[in-house]
Nanobody, 122 residues
Framework: VQLQASGGGLVQAGGSLRLSCAAS????????MAWFRRAPGKEREFVAA????????YYADSVKGRFTISRDNAKNTVYLQMNSLKVEDTAVYYC????????????????WGQGTHVTVSS
C-alpha cells in the first residue's frame, strides 16, 4: 500500500487549502481513510476520516464545520478541504488507512503517507 499526500503550503489565517491523498497498492473497499496531523511539539492527532464504502465521515471537534473530507473512488484519492484556517492548524498532515472501522488512535493505523506541511500565518 502506498499513500501519497500533497497540497500543503503556506496560507494566511482565514484562507483555504485542499490536501490530496492518492492511494494505491490494493482495493480499498471496506477500508477507512483518515487524516492526522502533528503540530510542532505536540502528539499526532486525529483530524478526519471517511469510509471508502458508504462515505461516512468523522471529524475532530477542532475542525468540525471548517474541514471536509471526501473521496473519489475512481481516482483512489481522498481529499481534505480546509477552510477558515487558523494559526493552530499549522502542522504536518498525514494520510493513513486501516480496516475496517474508524479509530481516533494513530497507533491503530497500518499504512502512512509521507506527510505534507501546512503553515497558517497570522
Amino acid at each position: 500500500v502506498q499513500l501519497q499526500a500533497s497540497g500543503g503550503g503556506l496560507v494566511q489565517a482565514g484562507g483555504s487549502l485542499r490536501l490530496s491523498c492518492a492511494a494505491s497498492g490494493r482495493t480499498f473497499s471496506g477500508y477507512v481513510m483518515a487524516w492526522f496531523r502533528r503540530a510542532p511539539g505536540k502528539e499526532r492527532e486525529f483530524v478526519a476520516a471517511i469510509r471508502w464504502s458508504g462515505g461516512s465521515t468523522y471529524y475532530a471537534d477542532s475542525v468540525k464545520g471548517r474541514f471536509t473530507i471526501s473521496r473519489d473512488n475512481a481516482k483512489n484519492t481522498v481529499y481534505l478541504q480546509m477552510n477558515s484556517l487558523k494559526v493552530e492548524d499549522t502542522a504536518v498532515y498525514y494520510c493513513t488507512t486501516r480496516w475496517p472501522v474508524v479509530s481516533y488512535n494513530s497507533g491503530d493505523y497500518d499504512y502512512w503517507g509521507q506527510g505534507t506541511h501546512v503553515t497558517v500565518s497570522s
